[in-house]
């Protein structure tokens, strides 16, 4: 069974830095689109970032320059490092993988930016 698994959420500082980590596991035989989403308590799921095959990305606007998505191929993972938090970044926040011609969602880490 394929599932995804998340890691290295937390509190955070504003200002401060967490990296994102989500691998694949199971029976994968190929792996397109992976990305990470983010939601707020009452709002919709938001695309943060996310990366194709070949390596291309795609940031939300408001994470540019701050946010970086990045995939090892090789383990099955994708990360999302994030710099300068900022409150506003605070969400639980879910990866997103093709897998085997089929959408998978991770189950979410929390993400609190706060002094």
């Known amino acids: 069974q394929v599932q995804l698994v998340e890691s290295g959420g937390g ?7 967490l990296r994102l980590s989500c691998a694949a596991s199971g029976s994968i035989f190929s792996i397109n689109a992976m990305g990470w989403y983010r939601q707020v308590l ?4 938001e695309l943060v970032a996310t990366t194709t095959a070949d390596g291309s990305t795609n940031y939300k606007d408001s994470v ?3 946010f970086t998505i990045s995939r090892d191929n090789a ?3 994708v990360y999302l490092q994030m ?5 506003e970044d605070t969400a ?3 990866c997103n993988a093709h897998l085997n011609g089929m959408r998978y969602w991770g189950k979410g880490t929390l993400v609190t930016v706060s002094l």
């Open 83 to 87: 710099n300068s938090l900022k409150p």
């Open 42 to 45: 009452g709002k919709e799921r």
């Open 11 to 17: 509190l955070v500082q504003p200002g401060g830095s």
């Open 75 to 77: 383990k099955n993972t």
């Open 92 to 94: 639980v926040y879910y």
């Open 64 to 66: 540019k320059g701050r």
